[in-house]
């Protein structure tokens, strides 16, 4: 198993942190950013779009909950199932930055996903 790192570009396009994640850790995942079979994910897409690193970079929607991309039924059940807070990633991320947000995922043992 990999180990957990401090990686900006290990943040995925939703803001949840893929360096963090037991799938990307097992080395069953590329992460996100490198995962070329995503092309269903509307939040990534957009991204890639607009060149954002992600969410957090949007000028369209300062509260991403207003966000179809962003805040849809998909994303509402991804949340449940991996107990996760997309909405809280992005306002962290917006308000330490990458690096320090980066830092924190590493750091923090419950914010690992469980896949």
Do not use: P
Not at 65 to 88: E, G, P, T
Request: with cysteine.
């Amino acid at each position: 198993m990999k180990k957990i790192a401090a990686d900006k570009s290990l943040i995925a396009y939703c803001g949840l942190y893929c360096g963090a994640c037991k799938k990307y850790l097992k080395g069953r995942c590329s992460g996100c950013h490198k995962n070329e079979g995503a092309t269903w994910c509307k939040v990534r897409n957009c991204c890639i779009e607009n060149s954002y690193l992600s969410c957090a970079d949007c000028k369209e929607f300062s509260d991403q909950s207003k966000c179809r991309r962003f805040n849809n039924f998909i994303s509402k059940v991804f949340a449940l199932i991996f107990r996760s807070d997309r909405q809280a990633c992005i306002d962290l991320i917006r308000e330490k930055g990458y690096e320090n947000y980066a830092q924190k995922m590493t750091s923090t043992e419950e914010m690992v996903i469980k896949r």
